[in-house]
């Protein structure tokens, strides 16, 4: 009888979850990001978001993930990879962009019932890593300057984060504490945010209402949990040496001199405090 | 003294604490936004509820301060700090957060190797029902006032359902009968070559739409069904409009079957054309012509007098090895047509006028099937279509005025076909083609006229039988295809013709018994170069011929070679470029070939020609394309010259009241420049998209009319916008504008140009999610001559309900301002032809909509 009761509790209590699970709105962001030649990245990043919970993940790289989630999946998208190869192969020409991939790997998950955020990357193509951080990093100076976003009057906050000092612009008229990326704890949702120079940041192109299931990360048990500053400095050291890396992982590969680019250390991360 | 002051200070500050509670359940809410704002309206600081729905905040003072509580699904709640005790309860009740929806999420449309992807969702308005009105607002995508659709300026080459050919070329059945909500995205595939067995080797410029349905209609039927029923003032009495539509998109099997009717003037040819159908080669075509007059720039909504229905079911199984379609149609169209006309020919000898005041009926019964296997793999494709299409057609006419009469015609044709092909791929690099077709038809017409109480019957037999046999092989190494195919096509045609009591006046035989066969024998050799991002092929067809007429002209032996040459660059995935250019000899049209008169109407007759001609034609064209999906910009633009040299001319002569059309040994030159433009572009701020399209066209020709050389030169431009959008939740609007001049010389002199400007525009408003009202109207200026214009204005209105998601209610009223004439001049080559026409008066429409 006991087990009943326990097992129509847990019922509830995975209904109750459920229900919470739902999202409110769907936000789509551009993010402003330049390559070290100075072309613009174009990266693309969706917000689900409730007043308890929220996920930003790029649509595509979600899809991709999910497939391959499972080993079925995992084949039929290297069949499918497979096949771009080919038709490109008999066309005479190969073009790795245009092969069905994932560009944008970030993922940041945020709990406002234990005030922390969860961020998923990949360093380099093969190391899937996750770290938390707590809310309280993050702290905002509210101004009085406003602008519109998308039809929404707009405020000005601003806040020195982890490196860069950053401008935001949110609306009180959706109650939802969340934004791009980490931000989030302003009163009201954030519609565009950048740095003093403009070289980083997300902007909001979208804003939906949504009833989508704010899933969490797919295959989040292969990621592996390491410090944030130590992430960082492993990508900033992929990114500096890519031979040594691959050669650390016992792959050789040789390349001539003149491919090698000597710059290296012009364009960093959006988090700089890690050196 | 210090040490106080600072124990005041401290004693100021304020603890804003409280809870904010769910009013209906009396749970603590998590995750609301509290601010406390000052006198002046600012944030003064703010914090969101806990896990126990809790918040707590510190402030030197709470004077004329207010506290807010908000959060999505919840009324804001403001309380005044004035004079209230923390900690606070704050309840919140259910209700609206009103999002302003400029919401674009998702690409619009995005971009996968040659695959573009358009969001529908994003395209769609309130006011769209089928995923062709959406469609037409996809920036780089284009839907003809038929239903045929083309991709950058050229018409696509397939019409998938989720990857499957259901419909072929009827595709203005999905197109008109699928919802738009049904579909998620519209995937265009450029360069779609639709033979796997020949992808890579050989180069396809066109590109084929593929609908990517939601899940939620996927693996199950889903229907829609329309009734409606209403009153017009002309003519006068009840209407209807009804559709059933029913749709299954399984694994292994594919079914669209539906079921049209109205008589308000819905047109619903769109949906049982084949804009695929390749060219009967039987050939044959109707010597008879009493069709009513067409109708100037005006939709066929206001000036179509109908009762049309429309059956079709088309079902596909995906068997073990390929895949097996039966589309099977029956359409009935009943139009009635009155028209006051005045035609005027322009002779040297002064203008001779003829006025006749019509009134017809035609009646159009078609019944066709199509059953078709096709195996579409990497090494093999076989496809076989039997295809049969039976028509019976018939028009009555009663005419009063200048030669008061009556006609009727019947007009029946029946046609069978079958194809077959196979291609196998060896090797991956040897290709063998065997291509069979067979086609049988049988038109015969009948032409009963009465005038002066005198009896015409006119009849006519005309069947022809074609066959084409061929093989080919092909080869590819490293890009270069090299092919040859030979075959054999064989044609038998016989045509009787019998006119009884001609006419006094008119001279000439009155009698035709015809037959019209050829044998060719034909090489065509091909060279398709294909590297990276250049495509150059090079055809080069030979071909004998043997003709045979049955003493009627002397037979002949012909050698005809066509070369045509085409290179496409596509430098990168925005840009393509084509190059086209072709030469060749061509047989004149065997259906000409008749020496005695045959009546095509109570006044026009035709005598064919006595000899058999050949002609020549050159042309060369450059076609430019340009694409950039993440702005949304699509452009394309065209320019075409042909050339062609006829050594035979059509000349007219009047007899009495009549006309004869009969063909002289004369060198006619025809010279033809066309050009056009299109850009698109999507506008994301307002959800919308506009486009921009303009053309030119010169047409130069020699015609020889009373035994003088007239040399005619029509001249004609044009330019058109749309744009629409939907930049407030509450409201949308589409509207479009179409201006064009022609005009006509003959012998250096020219007539004045004369313009014609179509304005549409379509407004809807969406007071509450579940009512809808538009309002929408057409404006037409056309210039009847110079400087005198004809204005119309027509207005319409709708209202729906949507009681549900699936039951919905709708009122129209259409041509509000109960416009019931509309007077027009035409100019054909030597006439001119003014006509004054009914149109639908004012109807009301009441109708349903349920859906599953």
């Known amino acids: 009888m006991n087990k009943l009761i326990t097992s129509i509790f847990l019922c509830l209590v995975a209904i109750a979850a459920i229900a919470q699970n739902k999202a409110d709105i769907e936000v789509s962001y551009s993010e402003i990001s330049f390559y070290e030649n100075g072309v613009e990245r174009g990266n693309k990043y969706h917000l689900l978001a409730n007043a308890g919970q929220s996920k930003f993940f790029n649509p595509r790289t979600e899809e991709i993930d999910s497939l391959t989630s499972t080993p079925e999946g995992l084949a039929s998208f290297k069949k499918t990879q497979e096949a771009a190869f080919q038709a490109m192969i008999a066309q005479g020409s190969i073009d790795v962009k245009k092969l069905p991939r994932k560009k944008e790997t970030l993922y940041v998950v945020k709990s406002a019932s234990d005030s922390t955020m969860t961020v998923y990357d990949m360093i380099g193509s093969d190391e899937p890593v996750y770290y938390t951080e707590p809310y309280s990093e993050m702290v905002w100076e509210i101004g009085d300057s406003t602008k519109t976003v998308l039809g929404y009057e707009c405020i000005q906050a601003d806040t020195d984060y982890h490196g860069r000092h950053w401008t935001a612009w949110f609306t009180p008229d959706i109650p939802i504490q969340d934004g791009p990326w980490k931000f989030h704890g302003l009163p009201g949702l954030i519609l565009d945010v950048r740095t003093g120079e403009g070289k980083y940041g997300y902007v909001a192109d979208g804003i939906e209402k949504s009833e989508k299931a704010i899933n969490g990360v797919y295959g989040s048990d292969k990621y592996e949990k390491r410090k944030r500053k130590a992430i960082l400095r492993a990508m900033r050291a992929m990114r500096d040496n890519p031979m040594g890396h691959l050669k650390a992982k016992g792959i050789d590969v040789e390349i001539s001199p003149e491919n090698l680019s000597n710059k290296t250390s012009t364009g960093d991360f959006i988090e700089t405090d890690y050196r | ?852």
């Open chain 2, 1 to 852: 003294m210090l040490f106080v002051a600072v124990a005041a200070i401290a004693s100021a500050q304020v603890n804003v604490t409280g809870k904010v509670i769910d009013k209906e359940n009396d749970e603590p809410l998590v995750g609301a936004s509290v601010i406390v704002k000052g006198a002046d309206g600012k944030i003064k600081k703010f914090a969101s509820s806990k896990s126990d729905g809790g918040f707590f905040m510190t402030m030197p003072s709470v004077n004329g301060c207010r506290l807010e509580v908000t959060m999505m699904s919840f009324a804001k709640q403001s309380v005044p700090l004035d004079s209230v005790d923390f900690p606070l309860t704050v309840y919140m009740e259910p209700g609206t957060t009103l999002l302003k929806e400029v919401a674009v999420k998702a690409d619009r449309i995005r971009e996968q190797g040659d695959t573009i992807t358009y969001n529908v969702g994003s395209f769609a308005q309130q006011q769209d029902r089928s995923i062709g009105d959406v469609l037409k607002r996809m920036p780089g995508i284009d839907v003809a006032n038929n239903g045929k659709i083309q991709y950058q300026g050229e018409d696509i080459n397939k019409f998938y359902i989720e990857g499957s050919d259901l419909l072929g070329g009827k595709y203005g059945i999905a197109t008109n009968g699928i919802s738009h909500d049904d579909v998620g995205a519209v995937e265009v595939m450029e360069n779609h070559q639709p033979m796997q067995v020949l992808s890579g080797i050989s180069f396809s410029d066109k590109a084929a739409i593929n609908l990517k349905l939601k899940n939620k209609a996927k693996a199950t039927w889903t229907f829609h069904g329309d009734a409606g029923g209403g009153y017009s003032w002309q003519p006068e009495g009840a209407i209807w409009d009804g559709e059933l539509f029913a749709m299954a998109v399984m694994p292994g099997f594919q079914n669209i079957t539906t079921l049209r009717t109205n008589n308000t003037g819905e047109n619903l040819s769109s949906s049982s054309t084949d804009f695929f159908a390749d060219r009967r080669q039987t050939g044959l075509s109707q010597y008879v012509g009493i069709g009513l007059p067409g109708v100037l720039s005006l939709s066929d909504k206001r000036t179509l007098f109908n009762r049309s229905l429309l059956v079709s079911t088309n079902s596909l199984w995906k068997l073990k090895n390929g895949e097996f379609k039966a589309n099977i149609d029956y359409s009935f169209n009943r139009v009635t047509a009155e028209a006051s006309n005045i035609t005027t020919y322009f002779l040297d000898e002064g203008n001779r006028i003829i006025t006749e005041n019509r009134s017809g009926t035609e009646h159009t019964h078609s019944l066709s099937g199509k059953f078709i296997y096709e195996l579409n793999q990497k090494t093999a494709f076989i496809n076989n279509t039997i295809q049969t299409n039976i028509d019976w057609n018939d028009v009555s006419f009663a005419t009063t005025g200048s030669i008061p009469n009556g006609q009727s015609a019947d007009l029946p044709d029946y046609y069978v076909s079958n194809k077959f092909k196979m291609i196998k791929r060896f090797k991956g690099k040897h290709l063998v083609t065997f291509q069979s077709l067979n086609e049988w038809e049988s038109l015969p017409q009948t032409l009963n006229l009465d005038m002066n109480g005198e009896q015409f019957r006119q009849q006519i037999s005309d069947h022809a039988f074609y066959t084409h046999e061929s093989a080919a092989y092909a080869f590819n190494i490293k890009g270069v295809t090299l092919s040859l195919e030979g075959g054999i096509k064989g044609y038998l045609r016989s045509m009787d013709s019998q006119l009884p009591n001609l006419p006094q006046e008119l001279p000439g035989l009155t009698e035709n018994v015809i037959n019209t066969n050829y044998l060719t024998v034909y090489a065509t050799p091909k060279f398709e170069y294909w590297v990276r991002r250049v495509n150059l092929s090079l055809n080069l067809p030979v071909s004998y011929a043997h003709y045979t007429f049955d003493k009627a002209i002397a037979n002949r032996d012909e050698v005809y070679f066509s070369p045509s040459l085409s290179f496409n660059w596509k430098p990168n995935n925005r840009f393509s470029g084509t190059l086209r250019g072709g030469l060749g000899r061509s047989p004149m049209n065997l259906n000409l070939i008749h020496p005695g008169l045959i009546m095509t109407n109570y006044r026009t007759l035709k005598s064919g020609v006595d000899n058999f001609y050949t002609s020549s034609s050159q042309n060369v064209s450059a076609s430019v394309s340009y694409k950039h999906t993440r702005h949304g910009l699509f452009a394309n633009g065209m320019v075409m010259h042909s050339w062609s040299h006829i050594p035979y001319t059509m000349a007219q002569q009047l007899f009495g009241d009549y006309v004869v059309y009969s063909y002289a040994d004369a060198k006619n030159d025809d010279r033809m420049l066309m050009a056009m433009g299109n850009i698109g572009k999507t506008l994301d701020f307002m959800r919308g998209s506009c486009n921009v399209n303009g053309s030119f066209s010169r047409n130069e020709s020699h015609l020889l009319s009373q035994r003088q050389l007239v040399n005619s030169v029509s001249t004609g431009w044009s330019v058109g916008g749309k744009i629409n959008g939907n930049p407030c939740r509450w409201f949308s609007f589409d509207y479009r504008i179409d201006y064009s001049d022609n005009r006509l010389s003959m012998n250096g002199i020219s007539e004045s140009w004369l313009s014609t400007m179509e304005n549409e525009i379509s407004l809807t408003f969406i007071p509450h999610r579940k009512w809808q009202w538009t309002v929408s109207g057409e404006h037409y200026r056309n210039e009847l001559n110079e400087h005198n214009y004809k204005n119309v204005v027509m207005l319409d209105t709708k209202l729906t309900f949507q009681l549900n998601k699936k039951i919905e209610f709708a009122a129209s009223l259409t041509n509000i301002l109960n416009k019931r004439s509309y007077n027009y001049t035409t100019y054909s080559q030597l006439s001119s032809f003014e006509s004054r026409r009914q149109l639908r008066g004012r109807q009301f429409l009441f109708s349903i909509t349920l859906r599953k």
